[in-house]
Nanobody, 124 residues
Framework: VQLQASGGGLVQAGGSLRLSCAAS????????MGWFRQAPGKEREFVAA????????RYADSVKGRFTISRDNAKNTVYLQMNSLKPEDTAVYYC??????????????????WGQGTQVTVSS
């Protein structure tokens, strides 16, 4: 499975960005896709994830009500709409694919494939 993330950039606080992650290759066996982020000097943290079949989603508390994850089955693409961005959202954002139980989709070790990351910078 190959993942190509895009859509990052520089935005002012309060602004919006939409990240995209296109999957190719052995995508038929994926169970869920998710977004994680990593800020300088910090560990990678869960942001949001979505079940590929049911569309059930899960969010980190820090982004609930501001971020929305969605998927387009026909395009094998998952999106992360980020609104009301804050400077603390600044990080490299990674998309990933997991093939295990959807109950584990907030756990980084549940993911089997990772994209290259896209930088999101929110200025104050």
């Amino acid at each position: 499975v190959q993942l190509q993330a895009s859509g990052g950039g520089l935005v002012q606080a309060g602004g919006s960005l939409r990240l995209s992650c296109a999957a190719s290759g052995r995508t038929f066996s994926r169970s869920f896709m998710g977004w994680f982020r990593q800020a300088p000097g910090k560990e990678r943290e869960f942001v949001a994830a979505i079940s590929w079949s049911s569309g059930m989603s899960r969010y980190a508390d820090s982004v609930k009500g501001r971020f929305t994850i969605s998927r387009d089955n026909a395009k094998n693409t998952v999106y992360l709409q980020m609104n009301s961005l804050k400077p603390e959202d600044t990080a490299v954002y990674y998309c990933a694919v997991g093939m295990g139980p959807i109950a584990t989709m907030s756990l980084p070790w549940s993911y089997d494939y990772w994209g290259q990351g896209t930088q999101v910078t929110v200025s104050s």
